[in-house]
């Protein structure tokens, strides 16, 4: 456990930041959030996790010695530059799905204002237990992030590189399971488009065994979170490009996503009905007879 106690504020504590929050209070620290313009559903989400309300976020960047930031990539830039206009100079952790050079804007910006900085980037489901999720830490304080979690069950991973390390290692790992993911829902919707999803699903048993129920799986739990997912894929597609690799996959990842936006308040979406919803238009014939 850490030696000292912290005073550490969780910015956004969603379905992912929240457990984030609880996980440092059961590292001793003191957990703070702002609850000002946020959602009855953070409201609660911050209050399972343990965190005292500060009201406001100048309060809270008065109060805290380290910030958190885990929320929509979208909203990295914009919640960075709002800590950085009320004169944060703790330490910034920006654990977001984005992409490195995204992280640098960031870096700077909270520099420029005399903040600390350390770039983040979390594998796995939100923690509950230890063993199921990882927070890579990269920068030259990222020793002190990772204090913040001693005996908890969010491990931190302590990287060597410099900041956009952490971001780069979530990129890259976000590229396969998230990219996947819609890679097989695409297969899926077209199968479904030429009339052909049982032929394929038949042949995945032969040759790919139990992919066909896991791609419908993965679908299903994916599509209440794909309005998340549509920037992270652009982030993806821009680390590729960054890098000198076509990001265009995952351009067109970030398209399926985009189709599924609409089940974020989805208890129990269905895989049958997610893989029409996919295809452009649904009662249209597919298909294109070759010309003999």
């Not at 100048?58 to 960075?80: F, G, K, M, N, T």
């Not at 005996?151 to 390390?165: F, N, R």
């Not at 982030?235 to 890098?243: K, L, Q, R, S």
Request: charged residues 20%.
């Amino acid at each position: 456990m850490s030696s000292y106690p912290r005073t550490i504020g969780i910015l956004h504590p969603g379905e992912m930041g929240g457990p984030v929050g609880a996980a440092a209070r059961l590292a001793g620290g003191r957990g703070l959030w702002a609850s000002e313009g946020r959602s009855a559903a953070t409201r609660q989400r911050a209050e399972q996790a343990g965190l005292e309300d500060a009201g406001s976020l100048q309060r809270l960047v008065a109060e805290a010695q380290v910030l958190i930031s885990v929320c929509p990539p979208h909203a990295a830039q914009s919640l960075a530059e709002a800590v950085a206009a009320l004169g944060f100079t703790g330490l910034y952790v920006d654990a977001n799905a984005i992409s490195p050079a995204h992280t640098a804007e960031i870096a700077a910006t909270l520099h420029r204002a005399g903040t600390g900085f350390v770039d983040g980037g979390i594998v796995g489901p939100p923690v509950r237990r230890a063993g199921t999720t990882r927070l890579y830490l990269s920068g030259a304080r990222a020793a002190e992030a990772a204090a913040c979690f001693e005996g908890s069950p969010l491990a931190t991973m302590v990287m060597t590189g410099d900041i956009g390390a952490a971001s780069a290692l979530k990129m890259a790992y976000a590229a396969y399971t998230k990219g996947g993911t819609a890679l097989q829902a695409a297969i899926l919707a077209l199968a479904q488009g030429h009339g052909v999803e049982a032929d394929l699903r038949q042949e995945w048993e032969i040759s790919q065994p139990g992919l066909a129920d896991q791609a419908r799986a993965s679908l299903e739990r994916a599509a209440p979170k794909a309005w998340r997912f549509v920037p992270e894929m652009e982030e993806i597609a821009a680390t590729f490009e960054a890098m000198g690799l076509p990001g265009g996959f995952h351009h067109a990842a970030a398209d399926i996503y985009r189709r599924l936006e609409g089940h974020a308040e989805d208890p129990d979406p269905q895989a049958a009905a997610l893989i029409l919803e996919l295809l452009d238009d649904p009662s249209k014939p597919r298909g294109v007879p070759l010309r003999g």
